[in-house]
Every structure is written in C-alpha cells, then in structure tokens.
C-alpha cells in the first residue's frame, strides 16, 4: 500500500483509539510520554488494524515503543505488507 | 512465602560459583560453550533439589513431558492450525502444576513437585503460545533446555523470553567485551544483592519480625505489614539481583525484576516496577490476549469494561499461581480490584486535574504504598490461621 494511504489508515485508528485530532500536529510527537498511548491502546490499536485489513496481530507483536509517534506507526504499518 | 532456596546462604551461593568457574574462564577467553552451561546447570540443579531425591526425578519427568509436548506441538503446527489440538496440548502440559498443587492439600506434599517448577511452567507456556502465534522458526533443543533450565534463575526468576535468551546465549562475546559488559556488571549486582538478601533482608527478618506475635491482633498485624513489605522487597529484590548478576557472569543478561517499587504513584505504576518479569508476562500472555479475545468476540462492547474484567481475572490467577490456598485467593482478588480502582481513578477529572500538581506525587506514593503494603500483608499469610 503507499505512504499516503497507510497515512490515512494511521490517523484514521489514532483518532479513535486516542480520541483526539490534536495529535496530527507533529508526526514525530512521543505518543507514550504524551500519554495518548499506553499497553492498553496497543490493544484497541491491534483490533483497529484487524478491522481494516483482516490482518489478525497477536499483543506480543506490537511493543508500544515502535509505534510511538505517527511517523513510527505508519512505518510499522508498512511492515504488515497491506495489500 | 515463595519458596527462594537457591541462594538461600552464603555458602550455597559460594559453591555455584565455584561451580561456574569454568564457564567464567572460558568466557574471559572470549568462548562461550551452550553444552558446558548445560552441564553447570543440571549439577546445579542436582544440588539443589538432591542426588537421591524423588524431586529430581520428578524434575527429569517433567522436562521429558514438556519437551515431548512442546516439539510435538511445533512439528504439528507447521502442517495445521487447528485450535483444538493446541488447547488440549496446552491443558496437558498445565497438568503436572495443578497435581503438584492440588497435591499440596494432601498427605503427599512432601514428595511433589520441585522447586522452581512453576517457573519453568511460564517459560514452557510461552514457547506453546509463541509457537501457535507462528512467532517461533526455529528450536534447537540444546538453546531450549538451556533456556529452561539455565542455573542462575532456575528456581524464582527472573523469567526470561525464549527470543531474547537465545540471542544472548547464541552471542558472540569477545573476552575484553565479556569483562566490561558482564562480568563487571554482574559483580555489581551481585554485591548489591547480597547486601539486600543477606543483610537488610536478614535483619528485618531476624530482629524485627522473629519479635512479632504470631497471635493476630490489628496493632500487629500493622507491624507485621510494614516490616513484611520492607522484608520481601529487600529479600526478592536482592534474590533477583544475585540470579541476573550470576547470568552476567555466566555471559547471559536476564530480564531486570524491580525497579524502585515504592515510589509507584498507583498501582499500575507499581506492577510496571514490582517483579516485572512476571507482572509483563501475565501482561503479555494472560490479560492483553483475554482482553482481546473478549472483544474480538462482542462479549465486552466497551474496552473499559473488558479491561476490568480481564484484571479481575489476570491477578486473581496470578493470586493462584503462587499456591491454592485462601490467602493467595484473597490476594490476588485485591490486587485485581485495586488495579480496577486505579483505573476508574486515573479516567477521572480529579486526577488530571491534580497529577501536575507539586505535591501529588508524594501524597500519591504515600498512598500508594500504604494499598501495596495491605496487599503484602494478604500475601503473607499473616492474617489466616489454619
């Protein structure tokens, strides 16, 4: 899938997983400091990306700390091979 | 109280040492052998369950068994992925812990069961669960047994992650490397340790607590909390930090167990630094995968409520896992609700009002150590008389 579709999807389940659009402000934003993120949105995140691909993930396969800014998520998305 | 019987004195812990030496050396030659740290780790097993003891043979049985389960289950799940197959051999390999447990209530207690057999109960779970999630692609059998029975966090932990042990046991070290990075590190913590287990440890135990009633009253009870909380930190910290400084010695960097548990502000925060090899585990494997579960399967529209539940459920059997009895029941159904409450806590207005405030964070972990300290207390088995 390319950069910018991947973009939408990542801001698509971040803002309901953190219930906020304040975060699109800065890409590179520590989501985990911030506390927008913590192991249990890793969860909703996981059910998110299972809802929009199909791709089933396991807890164990997300550690919050790769996805922790937008940038890092949509590199991690990009690892999935979205078809 | 946890069974902690392998550095249990001094002198235990001089024996594994001198029993080690030779792996110390290798390494300080820049070599590492996977087959001579087997072998350190079954003598030292064998001295500490005993040559003759029917808990060593209970030890090699149960190794077989699990092993047996864990490489069929690996061998069947390449060609199918049927869930069936997977629970029964999960609910297999969880027998022999429940017999030892059950088995705990009666006449036979003496005979069943080994120490550090429920800690390799975790590392066995893991791989069944890591092999179903197709996380697993390769298991030579001489890095799992290593990883299973690996001498210095064989009896209480830390519990290590398949995936990391291997790439530490399978790590080329150079011996200047080995000096700085381990053996240096690794008497560090060692010291450490022994400062904790064998002095302030043994202090509280022996001239404070050997002074409390055992006749339960609430003005003990207080006492008995407090040096009880103090105690066990201190006694498991420092046991924790003997196991991973011998690991560094051995060359092999075990997961951290405490992190400065007292100054937790809730008791989220305190599970995040108490015994967190296992708090991470039940995380992993137990609540995060009942939480989903539950969802992907409509049971809890509303994550908040599948998140309660599920720690309702992943501490009660944590509770459990310590022992079937009342008070380790009664303490895992409290560390349950407190991390309920916690987290009704940290959702209101109250709290993010406050949290930035300047004296928060004292009044917090004032608060909060008294919840951890009650918590001890159930632990202990203090409050109920059998």
Known sequence: MERNKLENMAKVILEKVCGTDEIFEDYDLDLVEEGFIDSFSVLSIILEIEKSTGIRLQPTDINKNEIKTINLFIDYLDTLNIK | ?386
């Not at chain 2, 924790?240 to 925060?269: C, D, V």
């Not at chain 2, 459990?320 to 895992?332: D, Q, R, S, T």
Request: proline share 2%; hydrophobic share 50%; glycine share 6%.
């Open chain 2, 1 to 386: 109280m946890i069974a902690i019987s392998e550095y249990d004195s001094l002198y235990s812990l001089y024996i594994y040492a001198l029993m080690m030496l030779p792996a110390i050396i290798l390494s300080f030659l820049g070599k590492k052998l996977k087959l001579l740290d087997i072998v350190i780790s079954i003598a030292i097993i064998i001295s500490i369950l005993g040559l003759h003891a029917i808990q060593l043979y209970e030890f090699f049985i149960f190794m077989i068994f699990e092993l047996v389960l864990v490489y069929t289950y690996y061998a069947f799940r390449k060609r199918s992925s049927s869930e069936l197959i997977y629970f029964m051999l999960f609910s297999l390999s969880m027998m022999p812990i429940i017999i030892v447990r059950l088995g705990a209530h009666t006449h036979y207690s003496s005979y069943l069961g080994f120490v550090g057999m429920s800690y390799i109960c975790f590392k066995i779970w893991q791989l069944l669960i890591d092999i179903h999630d197709e996380k697993i692609h390769k298991l030579p059998l001489v890095d799992v047994f290593l990883f299973l029975t690996f001498a210095p966090s064989f009896s209480s932990g830390p519990i290590s992650r398949y995936e990391g042990f291997c790439s530490e046991c399978n790590k080329e070290l150079k011996g200047s490397d080995y000096f700085n990075n381990y053996f240096i590190t690794g008497i560090k913590k060692l010291v450490v340790g022994v400062l904790y287990k064998f002095a302030i440890a043994y202090f509280i135990n022996t001239y404070i607590m050997a002074n409390i009633s055992t006749k339960v009253t609430f003005l003990g009870s207080i006492e008995y909390m407090y040096a009880y909380t103090v105690y066990l930190f201190f006694d498991f910290a420092g046991y924790s930090l003997i196991a991973i400084g011998t690991g560094y010695l051995m060359g092999i960097s075990l997961p951290e167990n405490f992190n400065k548990p007292f100054l937790a502000r809730n008791m989220k925060e305190f599970w995040a630094r108490w015994h967190m090899s296992l708090s991470t585990w039940f995380n992993d494997y137990v609540f995060s995968r009942f939480v989903l579960n539950n969802m992907r399967n409509g049971l809890f529209k509303n994550p908040k409520y599948a998140a309660r539940v599920s720690y309702m459920f992943t501490m009660t059997t944590m509770g459990l896992w310590h022992g079937f009895n009342i008070h380790y029941l009664l303490y895992g159904i409290y560390e349950g609700l407190t991390l309920v409450l916690t987290d009704v806590y940290i959702k209101t207005k109250f709290y993010r009002k406050h949290k930035k405030l300047r004296y928060y964070d004292i009044v917090s972990r004032i608060i909060c150590f008294q919840i951890i300290a009650f918590g001890m207390l159930l632990f202990s088995g203090y409050l109920i008389e059998y």
